[in-house]
């Protein structure tokens, strides 16, 4: 096994070892402190693992390639997931925790709906930011179990309703228990995204 982390992070201690661990997943332009903060509103005394994405795209972090806004490099996509699945397990070796839930916010988000997919078991939970569908054609997943929170923003000029609607659907399809709400807003998150993701994880 690697003794090396394959991903620039950040690792924060659970202080409430009740808790599941959270995987954040930042946005383009984004970095391994960016999401710390919403981590910490939505489940205080949880560990947090926060990686920084690999890709540079002028300058700005993301997760994998894409060749235009919203149209992705999807060999890059599979790559840098099992990727981030490998980082995953070393991670939960290294520090000891268990199966995280994944929090990703927009280009986050959409690796953390490819982790669903191509990885179905190894995150708990999701919590989906303003994401969008990964594959034109989606592998195939068992999801029996996990569970998914989606919030979309009716708003959002970066990702179209019958998108959102499409992975939430896929991602139910493969037995997945998905919650999806549309919320009144663009694809920055807003005060509610925050309430509905710590009532949301308190619930699971
Ligand atoms: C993506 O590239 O993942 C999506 O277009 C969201 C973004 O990062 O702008």
Redesign the pocket.
């Known amino acids: 096994m690697s003794t090396q982390p394959s991903l620039v992070h950040r690792f924060e201690p659970a202080t409430d070892t009740a808790r599941p661990p959270l995987l954040l997943l930042h946005?383009?332009g984004g970095d391994e402190a960016d999401l710390l903060p919403l981590g910490a509103m939505a489940a205080p005394g949880a560990a947090l693992l926060s990686p920084r994405g690999a890709v540079l795209e002028n300058g700005m972090p993301?997760f994998f390639r894409?060749l235009a806004?919203?149209v992705?490099d999807e060999d890059d996509l599979r790559r840098r997931t099992d990727d981030l699945a490998g980082f995953i397990r070393w991670a939960q070796a290294e520090y000891g925790i268990a199966a995280p839930i994944a929090l990703g916010f927009?280009?986050g988000a959409?690796i953390a709906a490819s982790l669903l997919l191509r990885h179905p078991g190894l995150v708990r939970g999701a919590v989906l930011l303003r994401a969008?569908a990964p594959f034109r054609e989606a592998p195939a997943a068992r999801l029996d179990g996990t569970s998914v929170l989606m919030l979309s923003g009716t708003a959002d000029p970066?990702v179209p309703a019958a998108n959102s609607k499409r992975l939430a659907a896929l991602l139910a399809a493969d037995g997945a228990t998905v919650r999806h709400h549309e919320l009144p807003a663009g694809h920055g998150l807003s005060q509610l995204d925050v309430t509905l993701t710590r009532e949301w994880i308190a619930g699971l």
């Open positions: 946005g383009t993301r894409r806004e919203g992705f927009s280009n959409n969008m970066i």
